[in-house]
């Protein structure tokens, strides 16, 4: 795994804890750019985004799967630094969580992140949909990812790689 895995998540005092990590510090910097840029422009739109959650430990992951709050078990793209969960706040300041994040939408995409209302793919038809997620690797690469054997380089974007790969229902 590249050196942000090895050298920053897996030292941290998060890489064990139950704790939500809300600190942009733990996803991977191309990850972490992408976040902040979709953030700003959110703003520039009336929409004020805030962090949900961003790197998830294996054993928060079990804690969420026996609550019934995930369907994944094991850790997924959260475990790797390269996803984040937002969420639209309201006049309150409080989660909207009826918001339309069709508006999320259009920015993971423009910024190179993947959104979990479609994953990636919006001319498929998903049993699964986490309108608050984003990552920034394709539903396809997560096996690579989770062995270790892809981690996305600084410049990497999902949507060129799927359209390069044939993965249906891609628009780019």
Request: charged residues 20%; hydrophobic residues 40%.
């Amino acid at each position: 795994m590249v050196s942000f895995y090895s050298d920053v998540l897996a030292k941290s005092p998060a890489f064990h804890s139950i704790d939500i990590q809300k600190s942009t510090e733990l996803l991977e910097p191309g990850t972490r750019a992408a976040v902040a840029r979709l953030i700003a422009e959110a703003a520039t739109h009336d929409h004020h985004l805030v962090v949900l959650e961003t790197f998830r430990s294996s054993r928060r992951q079990l804690q969420l799967f026996n609550q019934h709050a995930t369907e994944l078990r094991k850790v997924g793209c959260h475990g790797y630094g390269v996803a984040c969960d937002l969420g639209i706040t309201g006049p309150s300041g409080a989660v909207d969580w009826k918001a339309d994040y069709a508006l999320l939408q259009a920015l993971a995409k423009k910024h190179g992140l993947i959104w979990g209302g479609d994953w990636g793919t919006p001319k498929c038809r998903h049993s699964f949909h986490d309108n608050d997620h984003v990552q920034r690797v394709p539903v396809f690469r997560q096996a690579e990812l989770f062995a270790g054997d892809f981690y996305p380089a600084d410049n990497y974007d999902p949507y060129v790689d799927m359209q390069e790969h044939g993965v249906a229902g891609v628009e780019v």
